[in-house]
């Protein structure tokens, strides 16, 4: 079973609009992380948002927002106020305690291209 | 912030060469590095897992002769993409992550574009 699943494989939004890119995890873990990150046209995975398991309260940076909801399995990124320069990739990402080395498992991804 | 620098941003070379691409860590101690292979259009996918002074653990699929692995300091580990064939063009990334285990994000390299030819 996939770990991470990002269903929407592009999205547009238009510019200063919010837009809302799902992600929906799999995990027996009670402890775990997720993360956001974003991958601009030149490669580099630039971190944007963490979310822990036992977090009471959704995180919050700047324009992102990470509505975390537990029962469902979801932790979906809230961009606010868009911005042409958001346009990239976007990645789930999700860290379980247990296993080897903590590693960090990917979603596929969502293209979000923000138009004027 | 952390900062991890990968070296070289992108190479190209003959089937057949072997390629070696750098990763340092280089304002903290990475006890743990993962490496990442990302193909067009698809997500970053874990190829292995080093931890400064032993083996590195390779995911399943992975040949571990082909792409060798050294985690030989706390700062530097490289992957070493042997006899490569033009199926092995890819970007690839690391990350590192210092200390014991926390849910710091871990962060990644700039990556390096491999072509074959």
């Known amino acids: 079973a996939q770990k991470i699943t990002q269903t929407q494989p592009g999205m547009f939004v238009q510019e200063k609009e919010a837009v809302t890119l799902d992600c929906t995890y799999d995990t027996s873990d009670p402890s775990y992380g997720l993360f956001w990150y974003k991958q601009p046209s030149s490669g580099e995975m630039i971190f944007l948002i963490y979310?822990?398991?036992?977090?009471?309260q959704n995180a919050t940076e700047g324009r992102y927002s990470l509505n975390f909801q537990k029962a469902r399995k979801s932790a979906n990124l809230v961009i606010s106020a868009s911005q042409l320069g958001d346009s990239a990739m976007y990645f789930c990402a999700m860290r379980e305690l247990t296993g080897t080395a903590s590693k960090l498992t990917f979603g596929t991804g969502t293209r979000l291209q923000v138009t004027l | 912030g952390a900062v991890v620098s990968q070296h070289p941003s992108w190479v190209i070379c003959k089937s057949g060469t072997s390629v070696k691409i750098e990763c340092r860590s280089l304002?903290?101690?990475?006890?743990?590095m993962f490496w990442y292979r990302q193909f067009p259009k698809q997500s970053l996918m874990l190829m292995a897992t080093?931890?400064?002074?032993?083996?590195?653990?390779?995911e399943q699929g992975v040949e571990k002769d082909k792409f060798l692995i050294n985690h030989a300091s706390l700062t530097l580990s490289t992957l070493t993409v042997t006899s490569a064939h033009p199926e092995d063009s890819s970007f690839y990334i690391c990350?590192?992550?210092?200390?014991?285990?926390?849910?710091?994000?871990?962060?990644f390299g700039n990556g390096t574009r491999l072509t074959v030819t």
């Open positions: 990350s590192a992550v210092g200390g014991h285990f926390s849910w710091s994000p871990l962060h």
């Open positions: 979310q822990g398991s036992y977090d009471q």
């Open positions: 304002d903290f101690q990475a006890t743990t």
């Open positions: 080093s931890n400064e002074g032993s083996k590195a653990t390779y």
